[in-house]
Structure formats: structure tokens, C-alpha cells
């Protein structure tokens, strides 16, 4: 029997531990080279941070969702608090940071879709394992605890260790190495190429390459491993699963927050019931559709959320 939830009103289906930062989007035709001053960019604010991201997945793609997280006492910390709780997101376990800011990312795009980004964390280096305990509740009770790593590994841990029967996603970004016990607590490994390749020693550049990484980051431990390849879709493998899921034909204008968007909306179709398979291909579509705007807030496109689940457990 799983606890009492400490948010009052809000069931838990999916809780987020991560980061939330402000993006500073720089379009601009070109990156400069060392020393290059370029003049002609455009700069453009929006939401970001990771955890943010994959909480506005979730929510958009119908589950319900906390957060748990740290933002600094500024502007952009309550900015950013309000938005998440605009999208249905329950901000309860979002704690305030006297002395850091909220973390910022300055991204440099391009006109092909591609970013290059530099994050100052800020007060997301300031989740400790306190804060995770001050949630242990409503994690313990959740259905799916999805994660990254982008904040404390402490406090990544901390998480896992109180998510009890509930379905852990890893998403193993930005790449920093990672403990033996998170990847054998592991439901879910979500890795892209350049990840996979730090896992692993090689870059997949191809799905075939990509099921090959798959089968060694399995042997880490984890029940399943997706390798998200952009444009070209997604591998899964897992127990009774192995496929690859071709990506729909978009037109990418920012990638930014495409795989976030993928973990999010992979998370909401666990919760509710979908099989893996179901849910990493519910994924593909939602990644794929959010490169078609600027800025890293998930599209979920028309018609998907009617789709009715079907049964079936990651851990089954």
C-alpha cells in the first residue's frame, strides 16, 4: 500500500527531482570562433532547467506532477515557480535558495536547429539530500520518479533510494559518471548518442550501433536502456522488447529541450499504464514535435493524449 501523499489535493502520478533554470536563447547565423564578435543575434528568455522541462512534459502529456527542486530568491525563481504551477504542477517541494541565484543557460542557436549551451546552476547546486528527505512521502508514492543529472549526485541518490516500488527513469544528462547502485536501481536508462558513448566507450551512428550500446548498458544494470537518436527516432531494449522507433519527418528549428520533452512524455505514458514500447514511441513523436518551435517547453501534438493506454509494466 503505497503512503499518504504530502501534497493534499493532488494525486502524484509522476514526481520530477531536478533542476529549473531561466534559458537565455541567442538565434544568431553563426557561432563565433574564438575571438569573433557576431552582431547580428537575437536574444530571446524562456523556460528551462532539465527537471522544469521534463515536469511540463509530464504534464502536458496528462499526468500529474511535482517538483522537486531549488530556485534562488529572485524574480526569475518566482517567475519560474508560477509558470511551473500554471502548467498543473504541484511547486510544494520547490525550495527557495537565499544566497544562489536560479540557474541560468545561455544557448546559442543556429539556423540548422543545432545549440550549444552553457549552464550556471546556481541554486539547483543547492538541492541537498534534506530537501529530497522533506519530499520522501510524496516520492515514495509516486508511480514514476523520473531523474537527471544535473543536480547534487547526493541528491539523485537520495531520491532513488526512497522511490520504493515506483518506476525510476534515469536520464543520464549532462553525462557525469554514475554510481553502480543508481544504474542497478534503475527502471528506465534514457540516454542520447554522445551519453551513450561516455557509457560506453562508443558513439552509437546508427540504430544498430545504438542496440549494440544498448546491450552493454544493460549488462550495468538497469531493467531497460533507450538510446534517443534525434531525428532518426529511438532504440529500446529491455527484457521481451527490442525495437527501433523511427522519429516522424519535422522540420527542426530548435532542438533544444527535445529530449527532455522525450523523458516527460515518456513518464506521463508509464504512469498511466502504457507499456514501454507504447510510451517511448508516445515519446518520439512529442521530441520530435517540439523541435518545430524555439524554446525547450514540450509540444504534444493534436490527437495524441486520445490515444487509449494499454496495460503493461516496465518491470514486468
Known amino acids: 500500500m503505497r503512503r499518504t501523499l504530502d501534497c493534499p489535493g493532488l494525486s502524484n502520478e509522476v514526481v520530477v527531482v531536478g533542476s529549473i533554470n531561466a534559458d537565455y536563447v541567442i538565434s544568431l547565423q553563426h557561432r ?8 547580428d543575434a537575437t536574444l530571446e528568455l524562456h523556460p528551462g532547467g532539465k527537471g522544469a522541462n521534463q515536469a511540463v512534459a509530464a504534464a502536458r502529456s ?18 519560474r515557480t508560477e509558470e511551473l504551477a500554471a502548467e498543473g504542477i504541484n511547486t510544494a517541494h520547490i525550495r527557495v535558495s537565499a544566497d544562489a541565484h536560479t540557474g541560468m543557460a545561455f544557448i546559442t542557436l543556429t539556423p540548422d536547429g543545432e545549440n550549444a549551451i552553457a549552464v550556471a546552476p546556481g541554486a539547483n547546486a543547492c538541492l541537498a ?8 512521502a510524496i516520492i515514495a508514492g509516486t508511480k514514476v520518479l523520473a531523474i537527471q543529472l544535473e543536480v547534487p549526485m547526493d541528491s539523485v541518490l537520495r531520491a532513488a533510494e526512497l522511490a520504493g516500488d515506483a518506476t525510476l527513469i534515469l536520464n543520464c544528462a549532462p553525462y557525469r559518471p554514475v554510481p553502480a547502485r543508481l544504474l542497478t536501481r ?46 532518426y527516432g529511438a532504440v529500446v531494449l529491455a527484457s521481451r522488447v527490442d525495437q527501433y522507433i523511427p522519429a516522424p519527418r519535422v522540420r527542426a528549428i530548435d532542438t533544444t529541450g527535445a529530449g527532455d520533452a522525450f523523458v516527460g512524455a515518456v513518464a506521463a505514458r508509464l504512469a498511466r499504464g502504457c507499456s514501454l514500447l507504447e510510451a517511448v514511441a508516445f515519446g ?8 518545430e518551435k524555439v524554446g525547450a517547453n514540450a509540444v504534444v501534438p493534436a490527437g495524441l493524449l486520445d490515444d487509449p493506454p494499454s496495460m503493461g509494466r516496465v518491470k514486468s
Request: net charge negative.
Open 129 to 136: 539530500a534534506a530537501d529530497i528527505d522533506a519530499a520522501a
Open 284 to 291: 518520439v513523436a512529442v521530441g520530435s514535435a517540439t523541435t
Open 62 to 79: 496528462g499526468a500529474s506532477v511535482c517538483m522537486v527542486a531549488r530556485v534562488g530568491a529572485d524574480l526569475i525563481g518566482r517567475t
Open 32 to 39: 563565433p570562433a574564438p575571438g569573433e564578435t557576431v552582431g
Open 186 to 231: 534503475t527502471d528506465v536508462l534514457v540516454v542520447n548518442e554522445s551519453e551513450s558513448g561516455a557509457l560506453t566507450g562508443f558513439a552509437p551512428s546508427s540504430p544498430e550501433d545504438a542496440r549494440r550500446a544498448a546491450v552493454v548498458m544493460q549488462e550495468m544494470g538497469p531493467r531497460a536502456v533507450v538510446v534517443t537518436l534525434g531525428k
